[in-house]
Structure formats: structure tokens, C-alpha cells
């Protein structure tokens, strides 16, 4: 689990370091074609963050990924999240500007929304249901990123590609769970009071068992961050499959 700040802190300095290792998701078997949301505070989606996110490469297939797989870097792989790079990277050659695509009337959806906007007719979007046309999106500033997950059936083969400056990894038919695709993208301000607190009803007995005195309950700051730190965490799978991926990082 990446370090974190007190629930308590707001800011998070620029030479933070924290270990990109996600932790891995719960186990989705019997979870098929259903929906995950995963918490990604904004302390992980600084251009720092994302640069330690992009050169990890924590991700096995294309467009549809393992489930031990980084969230977030599967956004920044399949074009809705833009990484970053270290400043030796042309990001020219990355292909991260797209073309718009032309609609019916000659113009595109992007020119249609900023005339919209200037107008005062609508608002930047904070939530995308497909990866934007123009190219993945850099976060805006002060916010936290709701990823939501399509629960997918094991694939025969994941494959390799370099997509958006990411390249995935290539995983054989070995893999002993689920997988899974980016669904939607979503901004949000989840304030400064729960941004770092594990939701659900586990989390809040275990925070209303620490209220109540020493030797009563564990106090425990939950964070669903990069992956999704919930109960009933793959820590098995990370012995097995996942600790046979880690292992064959070094070699790929």
C-alpha cells in the first residue's frame, strides 16, 4: 500500500515518493459483467505519481486486462488518463493528441462543446463514458478520479501493445481470475475529511471500534488508491500468479 498522509492532511508535497505497487482487487469470481468503482486520490494522479505509474507498467493485456492489473495504468494504456514521462520522453511521438472526428455537420463534438461553454450553456464534463476522441486527458487540478471497472470472464491470451505511451504486458492462459475494462472516468472533490478513509461497513466498525479506546479495535486508515484496498484482498493471489508476474517483470 502506497504511503499515505494523515486523514488529517490536505497537502501532499511535490517531492513525496511512494511505491506504485497496487494493491490487488478483491477476488471476482462469480463477479462477471458487473461494475467496480475504484478511489483514486489526488495524491496519485500528480505528474510525479503518474511518471512512477507509466514506467511500472503494473498492467497485463490490451483494452481488456487482468484483474491484478493497475487501474490506473489500464486508463492510461486504453486513452482515457494521460501519464506522464520523464523529460527525456518526446511525448510528440506518443500519440497522445488525436484527430477529432468530424460529425454530421461539418464539426466536431469538442468544437460543439467549447462553443457551448463559451456561451454559457454548459460546464467542462467531469464524468467521460468513452475515452475522449482527442486523446487521453491530463487530471485537473484539486481533484480525485472515480474509475468505474466492467467486471470481465478470464481471456485465453492477454496481449502486448504500446498504447498512448504505456506498453502493457503479454500474459499466457494461465491466469486464475477474472478481468476486467475501463467503464467510465468520473472527477470528483471527495473532501479532505473521507478522501483517505476506507468506505464500506467493515471500515466504519473498525473506525468506530478504535473510538471506543485502546485494546477495543485496530485503527485503520483505508485508502482505495491504485487497485482497491477492501476486505477480502487477493493477498493469496499475491504468492501465486501475481508473485509469478512480478517475478517475470524483471525479465520482460
Same mark, same amino acid.
Given at each position: ?20 505497487? !497496487? ?5 471476482? +469470481? ?8 475504484? /478511489? ?27 484483474? #491484478?492489473?493497475? !487501474? ?21 511521438? %506518443? ?14 463534438? +469538442?468544437? #460543439? ?6 456561451? &454559457? ?19 485537473? !487540478?484539486?481533484?480525485? %478520479?472515480?474509475?468505474? %471497472? ?5 481471456? +485465453? ?32 472533490? +471527495? ?8 468506505? &464500506? ?9 478504535? %473510538? ?6 485496530? /485503527?485503520?486508515?483505508?485508502?482505495? *488508491? ?5 476486505? &477480502? ?5 499475491? *504468492? *501465486? ?12
Amino acid at each position: 500500500m502506497p504511503t499515505i498522509p494523515a486523514p488529517t492532511s490536505s497537502v501532499l508535497g511535490s517531492d513525496h515518493v511512494y511505491d506504485n505497487i !497496487p494493491n490487488p482487487l478483491p477476488r471476482l +469470481e462469480g463477479k462477471g459483467n458487473s461494475t467496480m468503482t475504484i /478511489r483514486v486520490p489526488r495524491y496519485f494522479l500528480t505528474p510525479q505519481s503518474r511518471k512512477a505509474i507509466c514506467a511500472g507498467r503494473r498492467l497485463w493485456g490490451t483494452d481488456v486486462y487482468t484483474d #491484478d492489473s493497475d !487501474p490506473v495504468a489500464a486508463a492510461m494504456h486504453s486513452g482515457w488518463l494521460r501519464g506522464a514521462w520523464s523529460a527525456d520522453v518526446d511525448e510528440s511521438m %506518443l500519440s497522445l493528441d488525436l484527430q477529432p472526428t468530424l460529425n454530421t455537420a461539418g464539426t466536431t463534438a +469538442e468544437s #460543439d462543446a467549447a462553443a457551448s461553454a463559451q456561451a &454559457g450553456d454548459d460546464k467542462p464534463p467531469t464524468r467521460l463514458d468513452s475515452p475522449p476522441p482527442t486523446g487521453p486527458v491530463a487530471p485537473p !487540478p484539486n481533484v480525485d %478520479l472515480h474509475l468505474t %471497472l466492467l467486471i470481465l470472464p478470464s481471456l +485465453e491470451k492477454y496481449n502486448s501493445s504500446v498504447w498512448h505511451g504505456v506498453k502493457s504486458r503479454m500474459w499466457g492462459d494461465n491466469h486464475d481470475g477474472m478481468s476486467f475494462k475501463i467503464e467510465r472516468m468520473e472527477w470528483v472533490d +471527495e473532501g479532505v475529511a473521507s478522501r483517505n478513509e476506507e468506505r &464500506g461497513g467493515a471500515a466504519r466498525r473498525r473506525r468506530l471500534a478504535a %473510538l471506543q479506546g485502546p485494546g477495543v479495535g485496530k /485503527r485503520v486508515h483505508g485508502l482505495l *488508491g491504485v487497485g482497491a484496498n477492501m476486505a &477480502g484482498k487477493r493477498q493469496a493471489n499475491i *504468492g *501465486g500468479a501475481m508473485g509469478t508476474k512480478m517475478a517475470q517483470m524483471v525479465r520482460v
